[in-house]
């Protein structure tokens, strides 16, 4: 059986399960439309299972802090140039988090899938 669920109905059950500090306002937001997106391309039926969405999926301030996070010393794992400036350093890593998995850009930060 499937059901729709709002964006109202989204938030609202993160904060029911204890996942909503995770997520900025505008994260959430942009987590939902995507997969509200994803669904309607025909890519497939998305179950709404929250804690398996907070796991599957993170947000972060920008692309550095997330490959920081995530890769540790990223400038020598992705072989950027000492005179690489920020916009070169985040399309190697857009390039890099594009071939391993997921990214979702909004306004106020990015969210990435685990891989």
């Known amino acids: 059986m499937k059901s729709n669920v ?3 109905d989204f938030s609202d059950k993160f904060r029911d399960m204890g996942r909503k500090d995770s997520w900025s306002y505008s994260g959430l937001k942009a987590l939902y439309e995507y997969l509200e997106e994803f669904e309607a391309a025909g890519q497939m039926e998305v ?3 929250v804690i398996a969405i907070d796991c599957e999926y993170c947000e972060y301030g920008d692309l550095q802090e997330w ?3 995530y890769l540790g ?4 794992e ?3 140039e000492e005179d690489a400036d920020d916009d070169d350093m985040d399309e190697d890593i857009r390039k890099y988090i ?3 998995g997921t990214l979702i850009e909004f306004n106020g930060g990015i969210i990435v899938s685990s891989f």
């Open 47 to 49: 179950e709404f299972d």
């Open 78 to 80: 992705l072989s950027i």
């Open 98 to 100: 594009w071939d391993n």
């Open 6 to 8: 709002s964006f109202c």
């Open 67 to 69: 490959a920081e996070d």
């Open 73 to 76: 010393d990223w400038k020598e």
